[in-house]
């Protein structure tokens, strides 16, 4: 739920959806990626939220929330039943990394996942500077933060190897939202892949 | 906050045969009923509350005296309806109905067969969920609601508001399933046919036709609800709130009264059979046993629903063992896998089964933030 209210990776993530498609939106919070999915793309949107708060907050907004806990996988939900299933800036925080990968693109034909990147140049010089780094992608203190995983663009892609996952598209943002081309891995605070088998 | 005040029921006379999905027709039947809240001029804003196994159509505020003042007599799931509660008769009109084969009033085993004159007792057919809703839709016809703004309620009242999506797709537009399941496993028809077989086996029981030998089988009653509340309960709750506290000093090693629970549920069992028809409970039961809308699509949940134009808004409760939060997960995902609009949500509650009639903060902001979205 705390989330920037600024959402660049919203902008992309709607740019990749075609009326009518089928979205599943995992830690949807409040509904809002959805809702915009919903008004501007015409997609049928389902979401899952964990926290009682959030589902309350997308109930209010109309929006097919499911509650549940992405940790146990998505068991109940049909294989490829979505044309999308999005994880925004979710990743970092679900212990069962590979397996939340996998059951995404079980039940989804394109898995869209955005993450803050640890390598962005601005969190490598927090860590030189021998603090762990607060940044707009990365905005807790080590000490209330619920990211588990810290990983950079490269780690993630060699994952993606590893499960065998093609990477169909990338994007990478800095931190006003801005599109990044050149040493992604380095000026990119926030990246946005679109994923298939 | 004061609710709905004083209320009191309404019977419909229904003279149209109403033909039953177990082969036998109801010539003509009452339905008794309570209303709260003012029916608009669309009559858009009409909400039905359907009871699960021991309800009855009065739900909310209390009856009155012979002197007209209020009685101790609170309406059943009072807590959610009435002036700005989710229910808020301010909006919408709200009604209650006691099902056919109740003891409350409507149509049922205690009533006269009007082929004997004498009560029908066992003769009075077995009615299902589908018969249930059939003789709602009547009511609705009766009232002049074309379609319901939303259909409500938990455990075999979810059922009920499920089925109706399913028999009449057009007339009703929200369907809050609570507490409920898409059919029962064979673990509660395991318990059902025990409450069952505690009423069958009651030498007061006659066959069914006990009314006319003056006697009621409370001894198989009192025995039938004290399992249905053990099932209520959710094993933490129970624990908290009885323990193993004994009712009077050290045990007796004897096989009075003891422990606290016990005293609970000997309470709970007397009062029921004191006030309950044992015909009525065991077709209660068996309209739960039989309920099972997939099971003319091979068993498939999503293709039964597919029918379904409602949009949904299912609740389920983590203690409840009874209807576990799994069972309402079987009707959240065929509904996703048709692309049907449905909302879920899962309550922290210490309760139990019995959850869905608590006055949780949670549980009920959730209907509350529902219905709000509910156009009239």
Redesign the interface.
Known sequence: MNQPAERADFDLIASWVQPGE?VLDLGCGDGSLLQRLIEERGA?G?GVELE?AG??A???K???????NLEQGLS???DQ?FNHVVLSRTLQTVRHTERILSEMLRVGREAVVSFPNFAYWKNRMAVMGGRMPVSEDLPYEWFDTPNLRFFTLLDFESLCTKMSLIIRERQVLDEAGRLIVEEPNFLGSLAVYRLGR | MSGVGIVAAQCAHFTRPLALKGGGVLPAFDLVYETYGALNAAKSNAILVCHALSGHHHIAGRTADEFGKPTANVGWWDNIVGPGRPLDTDRFFIVGVNNLGGCHGTTGPASPNPATGKPWGADFPVVTVEDWVASQARLADHLGIDAWAAVMGGSLGGMQALQWTLSFPERIRHSLVIAAAPKLSAENIAFNDVARQAILTDPDFHGGHFYEHGVRPLRGLRLARMLGHITYLSDDQMAEKFGRRLRSGAGSYGFDVEFEIESYLRHQGDKFAGVFDANTYLRMTKALDYFDPAQDFDGDLARALARARAKF?IIAFSTDWRFSPGRS??I??AL??N?Q????????SVHGHDSFLMNEP?YH??VD??L??VTL
Do not use: M, S
């Open positions: 089928r049928l389902y009682g589902v309350l997308a109930i209010a109309g929006i097919n929330v499911v509650q549940g109940g939900f049909d039943t | 808004l997960r079987e959240v995902h996703v896998h692309g609009a449905v909302a879920y949500a899962e309550i922290d949670h902001a959730v933030t529902y709000k979205r």
